[in-house]
Each structure stands twice: as C-alpha cells, then as structure tokens.
C-alpha cells in the first residue's frame, strides 16, 4: 500500500489539484458497456473490454494500452491518449460521472487534428463515444477475457469441410503454424462440422488458453496448438 501511494504521489507531483483529483477518481478498473458511433450505441459485445487505470497509464490485458494526459480546466474536460501501439496520440473529450466514465475520442491522428467538443458522433465518422461502468469485481488487471486467435474461416459445403481461408498476419494462428487451406477437423477434441459450430468453439476460448487444431494438411492429419491472445481492443483503431 505505501509503495502504491508513493508511485501516485510522484506521478501526480506538478499537476493542479483539479487534475489529481480526475486522475485519482480514474484509478483501478473499468469496463466497457457501450460503443456509440454515427449516432448510435451499441453494447460492448464480450467481456474482453476491462481497462486498468494506474497513475497516468492505461492496462489492456495485462499490457500497457496507452498513457492519459487529462485537462480537467476546460469544457468539456480534455483527454489526450498516447496509444502504446503504433504510438499514436488522440485527442479527446471525457467526463466522470460516479462510477461512469465517458470518452468521446477523434480515432484520427493525421493531419489536423480536431478534439472534439461535445460528445456527440452523428455524421462524424472519426469520432467514438467509449461509455466504461467501474469495474467493482475485485479481479487482478492480468490477461482475461474473450481469446484471440486471428483466423478466418469458410464452409465447403459441397465437402461438409471447414477450412482456413486466412490468418492474420502477426496472430497466434499466424505463429502457431496454421496456414490457409488447412481442414479444421476437431477443435479442442470438438468436432468442427460446420461454420457456425467451428466459429462458437473458436470464440469460448479466454485470453491465454491453448487451443489444439486437428486439422488435415496435404492429406496428413496433425495438432497445432495455439496459445489464444488478447481481443485486440478494436474501438480505437
């Protein structure tokens, strides 16, 4: 407890009273409820969506996401995001409201950029409305959630087969060995019998559990494992 004290207290140091404040009142977990875009809120489809806030850093699944640089002095409040991959900068504007927080963020980093000043995104394609609920349930900031495998799949329907179409560059699949054409014959000993059953068991793995791939290549069966990641947090991209 007194190193975490100290660590925000060196972080904090230099910044007004106002700025504290919001940053301490960020502190700890949140998750995503809603994603609003052209107008329109949908609901944060997996529980992969869990932020971690210590001092100015931002945690996604067990990773440093991005850093926060909060201007609580104007209206509405601006945030800027220095996102850890592809080190983009985006600007933003947020709000704290108890266990709620608010972030409508300009996605784009070229050019002239333009915070947003209100937190509307009708008929402003570049802007999200990210809307998190603190997380109250007491789990560790590690990795969770939805897994990542980074393949695509497609049905043979004339051959009851499903196989690979592609795989993402830089994925698990992708390192894991998997290549395009390969048959999905099990999943985790399940048999892959069609699209929507391989999609579903592809999909109930979590963040960090090994899948074993029965697949037919070459006409040779054989297991390859892959070590699921982390659901890239996609809003922001």
């Known amino acids: ?12 140091a230099g910044q007004s009273a106002e700025t504290k404040k919001d940053l301490a009142l960020l502190q700890g977990a949140w998750k995503l409820s809603t994603i609003d875009e052209d107008g329109t809120a949908n609901e944060s489809n997996a529980d992969f969506a869990r932020w971690i806030v210590k001092g100015n850093k931002v945690f996604y699944g067990g990773e440093e996401f991005a850093e926060l640089q909060a201007d609580p002095s104007t209206t509405p409040k601006s945030l800027d995001l220095r996102l850890r991959k592809g080190k983009r900068e985006l600007e933003a504007v947020y709000a704290i409201e108890g266990d709620v927080w608010k972030i409508c963020v300009n996605r784009s980093a070229d050019g002239v950029k333009e915070r ?3 937190f509307s ?17 007491g789990k560790p900031g590690g990795v969770e959630g939805a897994g990542f495998v980074g393949i695509a799949i497609r049905a043979h329907k004339d051959k009851d087969e499903v196989s690979v179409d592609s795989t993402l560059e830089g994925s698990p699949a992708q390192k ?62």
Not at 121 to 137: G, H, I, M
Not at 212 to 232: H, N, S, Y
């Open 176 to 237: 894991s060995g998997l290549k395009k054409g390969d048959i999905l014959l099990t999943v985790d000993n399940k048999d892959a019998t069609d699209l929507p059953t391989t999609v579903r068991l592809v999909r109930e793995a979590k963040a960090g559990a090994q899948i074993v791939f029965r697949i037919r290549r070459d006409g040779k069966e054989m297991d390859v494992t892959v070590k699921a990641g982390v659901l890239p947090f996609f809003p922001l991209d």
């Open 121 to 137: 995104t009708k008929d402003k394609p570049d802007r999200r409305l990210l809307v998190f609920n603190r997380d109250k349930s």
């Open 116 to 118: 947003p000043l209100d």
């Open 1 to 12: 407890m007194k190193l975490a004290i100290l660590f925000l207290s060196f972080v904090f």
